[in-house]
């Protein structure tokens, strides 16, 4: 089988790179999506009488969209209280040094960082934003020190979140052509 490199899920058959750059999503297809995105682990047999089809052609559908890499994984979500760290910290970190070598080696300190859940490159002031967990602010001081430690940076500047108003891992369907 012919491969090709996809930057999100590694090698995999041209095919299936065709399927996921011609697949049009309907709206039974996007129905799928919200129910799951709500409950991965709701039934075919229940999947099937939400969407109006019979379990086999709703199990199918599903494939086809793992397939495609509309449906990337299947996750469960873990109560972060409940795990003790109920703490989130936004990191702004903004750095003089822009080469690929600077980069490369940030990016792998911050992967290093179990407490890191996301990690993005920004456009304006702040050159990278990173969302840390942690149970309290001694904890969230060695994940610093970590982050310092292996890489060179301008400023680093750390806001607790004091409430969370609104989490959601749901993604909007409203945008699909």
């Known amino acids: ?16 790179l065709r399927i996921m750059k011609t697949m049009k999503l309907d709206s039974i297809d996007c129905k799928l999506l919200e129910i799951l995105q709500r409950d991965g682990e709701t039934q075919v047999a229940e999947l099937a009488a939400q969407v109006g089809l019979s379990p086999t052609p709703c199990w199918r559908r599903v494939q086809r969209l793992k397939e495609a890499g509309v449906i990337a994984r299947n996750v469960m979500l873990v109560d972060r209280d409940k795990v ?19 980069f490369h080696r940030f ?13 993005y490159r ?15 602010i001694a904890a969230y001081d060695k994940v ?22 609104k989490f959601t891992t749901a993604l909007p369907l409203s945008y699909v052509d």
């Not at 089988?1 to 299936?16: A, D, N, Q, R, T």
């Not at 003790?84 to 600077?102: D, I, K, L, M, P």
């Not at 920004?122 to 309290?136: E, W």
Request: aromatic share 10%; net charge negative.
């Open 1 to 16: 089988m012919e491969c090709e490199f996809h930057p999100h899920y590694g090698k995999i058959g041209k095919h299936i």
């Open 84 to 102: 003790n760290v109920g703490a989130t910290v936004f990191v702004s970190v903004r750095t003089s040094t822009h080469s690929q070598e600077w």
């Open 107 to 119: 990016r792998a300190a911050v992967e290093a960082i179990p407490e890191v859940v996301e990690f």
């Open 122 to 136: 920004m456009s304006g002031d702040v050159d990278y934003l990173l969302r840390v967990v942690v149970p309290d």
């Open 144 to 165: 610093y020190q970590r982050l310092i430690a292996g890489t060179q940076l301008f400023d680093v500047s750390s806001s607790f979140a004091m409430e969370e108003l």
